[in-house]
């Protein structure tokens, strides 16, 4: 069955460095979105994407944060001038975005980040 | 706004007993609906969803749960617990609507006793 996989599973990163987190979307999936859950809390959504733009963005997706499909598998979370609070597991979804209405989003395992 | 609440953070059950999980959410008309599983150190794999229609959907693993519009509730059901399902679970809500981002609760953790 097709998954979404995500690349690294773990970064570890100091203060104040830039990161860019990987994902490769299920292959026939058009619609991309990355949420990210702080330790003890709850699955919070960044951002959503579809052909090359921003769909919807949440307040938490600052000028910090960009996305990118940087070809036809990848799509990709940059993080510049980490902080502290970034520190969080990122999950990157999928769905298939063909105009139906029920969407499904299928996740990833997730990247740990670890900002020190 | 949409926004999800589950009030139970840890529940123990014992193997082969019932569970249940509770979910409420808050949106203005019909949500979608969403059950997710979270395993130690794996993502999250969806259990099941409700868009519309039969309000008792059933899922992966045994699991089913029952939208209650008059409630707003989405509870979890499974009628025997596996030590295997010991993990986190988290509720969620969608817009109708492509690309709706989805709204989670904070997650209820299941420890099985054996």
């Known amino acids: 069955e097709p998954e979404v996989t995500q690349t690294p599973s773990h970064q570890v990163t100091q203060m104040g460095q830039e990161v860019i987190l990987r994902c490769v979307p299920i292959s026939n999936h058009l619609y991309f979105y990355w949420y990210r859950q702080i330790l003890g809390q709850k699955v919070e959504f960044l951002v959503s994407f579809y052909n090359n733009e921003i769909s919807e963005k949440s307040e938490i997706f600052d000028d910090q944060f960009s996305v990118e499909r940087p070809d036809g598998s990848n799509f990709t979370l940059k993080i510049r001038s980490t902080k502290l609070e970034d520190s969080a597991m990122y999950f990157c979804?999928?769905?298939?975005?063909?105009?139906?209405?029920?969407?499904?989003?299928?996740f990833g395992p997730g990247t740990r980040l670890l900002v020190l | 706004a949409q926004s999800v609440t589950q009030p139970d953070i840890h529940i123990t059950v014992s193997e082969g007993a019932s569970l249940e999980l509770r979910c409420n959410y808050s949106?203005?008309?019909?949500?979608?609906l969403f059950w997710y599983v979270q395993s130690p150190g794996q993502g999250l794999q969806l259990l099941l969803k409700y868009f519309s229609g039969d309000t008792l959907v059933q899922g992966i693993k045994g699991f089913e749960a029952e939208f209650k519009r008059s409630q707003s509730s989405f509870n979890l059901r499974k009628p025997s617990v596996h030590w295997s399902d010991a993990a986190e679970y988290f509720c969620?809500?969608?817009?109708?609507?492509?690309?709706?981002?989805?709204?989670f609760g904070t997650g209820t953790r299941l420890q099985v006793t054996l």
């Open positions: 979804a999928s769905s298939v975005g063909d105009g139906r209405l029920q969407e499904t989003q299928y």
């Open positions: 969620a809500v969608g817009a109708p609507g492509t690309a709706s981002k989805l709204t």
């Open positions: 949106y203005g008309a019909t949500p979608y």
